[in-house]
């Protein structure tokens, strides 16, 4: 039961109806018994630092944050963490006393849903990260601070992939296709909406499937539909493969424990974004 009590979190977003973070949040709070509630709050594009002064005002706890705000409560919030000030977006607001923090769980919440689906660390392996996009940047500082060996990022875009591998010591930058950045890889993540369900080129695979190798380690940070080209492509070979849902259940498990701390309960939370059995 809501009452006067229960404390409000949120996303924001623009559009964000579609947001599956609700059901997994609110599921979280269900299964801590916490008297929490977690809604969608359209933020038109322009208002992300309206929204944090919002958060202020209204006593919110804590929002999530998604495109096109990033960047803009970046710079409306009291505090960044070193990892938002380095990336220069936040997804994650939470309160600390009376101030706001911003920061990023994105590629924190990427490492640990490697580490939980393969059961090993990216240190000491070699990536190939395609994308140059938000969720590429927070991918790439994040496995250069977890000490992955090599990483390199391939672009549409050879500035914007210099400016991602410009994140992590141990990046460089790489061509789209190459076939041999496939090979010289341990681990290969689509950072990208190649693929996606509804997306501009929903049957694209981000590099060439023939570069595969049965021993390779696939990501693809897409989850609709949860069976990507790429995935498909991994899996036919008998490649270890994994969608994007581990890494939208590692971020949202981060934020969820900055603003309770709270264990956050993981199976509860995927039960929540997988849906219903079939």
């Known amino acids: ?23 997994i949040h609110n599921a979280a709070f269900a299964a801590c018994g916490l008297d929490w509630v977690y809604v969608a709050l359209p933020v038109p594009a322009g208002e992300g630092g309206a929204a944090v002064r919002a958060m202020r005002a209204l006593g919110i ?7 096109p705000h990033k960047a803009d409560v970046a710079g409306a919030v009291d505090e960044l ?8 977006v936040c997804n994650c607001l939470y309160r600390r006393g009376d101030r706001i923090v911003g920061h ?14 393969f059961g090993r660390a990216p240190a000491g392996l ?9 969720a590429a940047r927070s991918i790439v500082e994040a496995l250069g601070r977890a000490g992955a060996a090599s ?9 914007r992939a210099a400016e991602v591998a410009a994140l992590a010591a141990v990046a460089t930058t790489g061509r789209l296709g190459d076939r041999e950045a496939v090979a010289a890889a341990d681990a290969v993540v689509n950072a990208t909406s190649l693929g996606m369900e509804g997306g501009p080129e929903p049957g694209a695979v981000p ?16 989850y609709e539909p949860r069976v990507t080209p ?10 270890d493969a994994a969608d994007g849902v581990g890494m939208l259940i590692g971020q949202a498990a981060l934020s969820f424990e900055l603003w309770t701390g709270v264990a956050a309960p993981l199976e509860a939370m995927t039960r929540a974004a997988l849906g219903p059995p079939s």
């Open 207 to 222: 590099v060439p499937i023939e570069a595969l190798r049965p021993d390779h380690l696939v990501v693809d940070i897409v």
């Open 151 to 159: 990483i390199v990022v391939a672009n549409r875009s050879p500035d």
């Open 61 to 67: 706890e804590g929002l999530s944050v998604t495109m």
């Open 1 to 23: 039961m809501i009452t006067g009590a229960t404390r409000l979190a949120g996303v924001i977003g623009d559009p964000v109806r579609h947001s599956l973070s609700p059901a």
């Open 81 to 88: 963490t070193p990892v938002a000030r380095t990336l220069g």
């Open 126 to 134: 070699r990536f190939l990260v395609v994308g140059a996009g938000g």
């Open 104 to 117: 990023s769980t994105d590629g924190d919440g990427f490492v640990a849903a490697f580490e939980t689906r």
């Open 230 to 239: 790429l995935l498909a492509a991994a899996e036919a070979i008998g490649a």
